[in-house]
């Protein structure tokens, strides 16, 4: 290997410490989820913990199991991940690009910024009642509340990272006769591409907020009306179970998102 690739003994030494390394972490990862589930399990079949209340992972195998056999399982899932995935690409393509204005005037953004912290502060949840009245009980409504939950956070984290790029490269490509849209293709976005990359794992986890929010306050399918309806009905293996299928698609989507990182940032 040293005779093919030309890499020094240190070198492979630190190649092989750096594989062992994603190896532990990876297997440390698995253990913990084993081991949570394993006394979860083990709890609530010796009643230490009220199964009735925190449910197992048998139940909510047994659930999912359920949801299967009467075909309502993929229909709950692919509403809310519809959804989510809307709301998610609406809010990052709007966010970039409106990130992409307030970095190209001064003016503008000093006039806007304000507005977009006051909105930041604002609590969504509050907003339902007027989202149905202003756009109705379909899945419109959480698509929307999904943007809104999303967005601000987009604009501010790239707005962050365009004004975070060396001023004296931009000042350099200024003198060399540069305008804002060259200086933003050629330098800002190639070197805000990790914030982009932070922005959409933020994303990920504020797309899944705001469809589940959306879906407490108006909704006929999905996974957030199952949690809603298994706590009004005290079938909490449902909820549990809802829950738990969350989590699966989020940490799903956020895997997707660091796989695109590792491919993406490589370009830049």
Request: hydrophobic share 55%.
């Amino acid at each position: 290997m040293k005779n093919t690739m030309n890499f020094s003994d240190e070198h492979i030494a630190y190649l092989k410490k750096l594989k062992r390394k994603k190896i532990i972490i990876f297997t440390a990862r698995w253990v913990i989820l084993a081991v949570i589930l394993g006394l979860w399990e083990l709890l609530t079949f010796y009643n230490v913990m009220d199964p009735f209340i925190t449910s197992s992972p048998s139940r909510v195998i047994r659930t999912i199991g359920s949801l299967y056999e009467s075909g309502e399982l993929f229909t709950h899932v692919g509403i809310t991940l519809g959804e989510t995935l809307a709301g998610f690409f609406i809010a990052v393509v709007a966010g970039y690009s409106i990130a992409v204005i307030l970095w190209s005037s001064e003016t503008v953004r000093a006039v806007i910024e304000p507005y977009i912290v006051v909105l930041n502060s604002l609590p969504k949840i509050a907003l339902g009642p007027l989202i149905i009245i202003w756009i109705g009980t379909d899945c419109t409504a959480i698509i929307f509340m999904t943007v809104i939950v999303a967005i601000i956070l987009c604009i501010m984290n790239m707005l962050a990272g365009f004004l975070a790029v060396d001023p004296t490269k931009l000042t350099l490509m200024k003198a060399m006769g540069a305008n804002r849209r060259m200086m933003l293709k050629k330098l800002v976005i190639p070197a805000s591409m990790p914030s982009f990359m932070n922005t959409l794992k933020v994303a990920v986890g504020l797309a899944w907020i705001g469809s589940i929010m959306g879906e407490y306050i108006v909704s006929r399918a999905g996974l957030g009306y199952l949690i809603v309806y298994g706590g009004q009905i005290f079938k909490l293996d449902l909820v549990m179970t809802a829950t738990f299928i969350l989590c699966v698609l989020a940490g799903c989507m956020y895997g997707v998102v660091a796989l695109i990182e590792k491919i993406v940032v490589k370009q830049f």
